[in-house]
């Protein structure tokens, strides 16, 4: 079937917000904007659910389950409801951290640029934990850590986060409680991520995608180890390739490539608009990825452009919401892209 990218809704935020003050999850999308507000919103059709005042719009949003954090650059954590906007907590004093990620009653903060330690706060009471986490040497550059619930006989049962830094060509997954390892895996090369520090995607098989060097695409399975998926022919760019079935998506700076794993066979999506590459996101009938600034494109399974939309403002960052869903945050603006039957 036929599939079009329509705009739903568009959002003035009134400023740039950080591409990761956004976040969606519990069936509400939230964003920081205006400055010193964080809103929850109806992902649908972008009516305001609930609004809180935090200290700025140029930090990070994360939902958990029922919970929303906020991690603002003035390095205040807050944990509000995420569907009444019901503050539980706020807790001060956590600057240079950037990096959320919640495994079980556990937030993890830190590591980003190796500025700061990864530091643990009870997702409860926002308290700290007590005592230095064990994992990666202090100033190491850490990918964001990925959090992970981790069910076998065979190694162990638990919430546990991967671990990477770009220094050293491993992975490491830590018990989130204790920080003792459950797994550890020799790479090729070190992990390789951008700024923002997303290194991996999960494919729906549950393998988790990422780069190990600048052109070697891998795969964990935790359960069964690391392994090879692709070699590429020439330098990735530092961004997480996706993978769909037995397909790999690789996003680069003049294109996309398009790769079917059975058959070992490349397919280059023809020219593509000029412009940076961006992170690409699933969506139902293929995947979306940035071009140009203002255009998203829709690329099938046959590595064809099946339908491409300009937005309103240039894209920092694609959020995936469910496969008919799309969120596009950037330059003051957030819109949310529908695929639908054309």
Known sequence: MDQALEVLWSRLLHVRSSPVALAVGSGVLVVAERHSRLVGLDRQTGVPLWEQEVEDCWGTTVVAGDRCLYLSQAGVLHCFDAHSGQRAWSTPKLRLRRYISVSGAVAFLGGWRGYSPLTRVDLVTGEPLPGRFPGPAPGSSLAWPLPLRWDSERTFAGDAILIATAEQAALLLLDARTGVARGEWSLPAPVRFPDSGIAFT???????????????????????????????????????????????????????????????????????????????????????????????????????????VRLPARIDRLLNDGGSLAHAIGKGHLTTIGIMPH
Do not use: K, Y
Not at 233 to 238: E, H, M, N
Not at 242 to 253: C, I, P, S
């Open 202 to 308: 999960v494919g729906d098989d549950g393998r988790i995608i990422f780069l190990s060097g600048r052109r070697t695409v891998m795969a964990l399975r935790p359960t069964g180890g690391v392994e090879i998926l692709w070699r590429h022919d020439r330098d990735l760019p530092s961004l997480p390739p996706l993978l769909t079935g037995r397909r790999l998506w690789l996003a680069e700076e003049t294109g996309v490539t398009l790769i079917d794993l059975d058959r070992s066979a490349c397919t280059r999506v023809p020219p593509l608009p000029p412009g940076a590459a961006s992170e690409g996101v699933p969506v139902s009938g293929g995947a979306l990825f940035a071009r140009a600034g203002h255009h998203i494109i829709m690329v099938n399974p046959a590595g064809e452009i099946s339908a491409r």
